[in-house]
């Protein structure tokens, strides 16, 4: 099972590019990483998802090096309303085998 | 497109009842996930539904039980039901055969108090 590693909490201000590092030192070939948001008494909602290099779409951009060992979520000029709690997941087949950890807890202040 | 939806949104139940909670996936998902997610903690996988089969589940007892409907929708049953079963209850679909390529659509979620 693919493990992932990300800060408990993290803290920026509004206007601030924020980036959120993620570990994943057993990702398999066909493993995708998907990155989540989710607000309190909501379901999570889909950012944005990577196999290799980087991805941007209109919300942020996900950076993967060569190894795919890690990845880092970037959220350009972050606003109080990116307060949330972001999960990164690793897999390719089966939601058994994803893993949701713990996530980071975003704070955004003024 | 209407998104998945998931009903009720609150459900207050007593200690020993039944619950049963309801999941409409996506038009032309045919995977459905339950997720259990306790107050302030991250997602439990509880079961995936494909095609009206039962693929998998994750560690929890056998009172946790649901199934698929032809249509796809799901329901979610726990048996017996305990204190510690409060929690939000998230359903998810995806294109066939589970696939986490593309990731999973959630719904808002089954606020569930056992009292």
């Known amino acids: 099972l693919a493990k992932t590693t990300q800060p408990i909490s993290m803290d920026s201000y509004e206007g601030q590019e924020v980036n959120i590092t993620c570990s994943h030192n057993?990702?398999?070939?066909?493993?995708?990483i998907t990155w989540y948001q989710q607000f309190p008494s909501q379901g999570p909602r889909f950012i944005i998802q990577g196999y290799k290099t980087k991805v941007t779409n209109e919300v942020a951009s996900l950076f993967i090096p060569a190894d795919r060992k890690s990845s880092t979520l970037s959220l350009p000029r972050v606003s109080l309303s990116d307060t949330a709690v972001y999960y990164c997941?690793?897999?390719?087949?089966?939601?058994?085998?994803?893993?949701f950890g713990s996530g980071t807890r975003l704070s955004i202040r003024p | 497109e209407a998104g998945v939806t998931q009903s009720p949104t609150h459900l207050i139940k007593t200690r020993g009842q039944q619950a049963t909670l309801r999941c409409s996936p996506i038009?032309?998902?045919?995977?459905v996930y339950w997720y259990q997610q306790a107050l302030g903690l991250g997602l439990q996988f509880l079961l995936w539904?494909?095609?009206?089969?039962?693929?998998n589940r994750g560690n929890f007892p056998p009172r946790f039980s649901g199934r698929q409907f032809p249509n796809y929708s799901s329901e979610l049953n726990v048996n017996a039901l305990e204190l510690e079963d409060s929690a939000l209850y998230l359903c998810?679909?995806?294109?066939?055969?589970?696939?986490?390529?593309?990731?999973?659509?959630f719904g808002s979620g089954t606020r569930l108090t056992v009292v």
């Open positions: 997941l690793v897999g390719y087949s089966s939601a058994s085998k994803i893993i």
């Open positions: 539904y494909d095609e009206g089969e039962e693929r």
């Open positions: 057993n990702i398999a070939t066909n493993d995708y």
């Open positions: 038009s032309g998902h045919t995977s």
């Open positions: 998810a679909s995806s294109e066939g055969q589970g696939r986490f390529a593309g990731g999973y659509t």
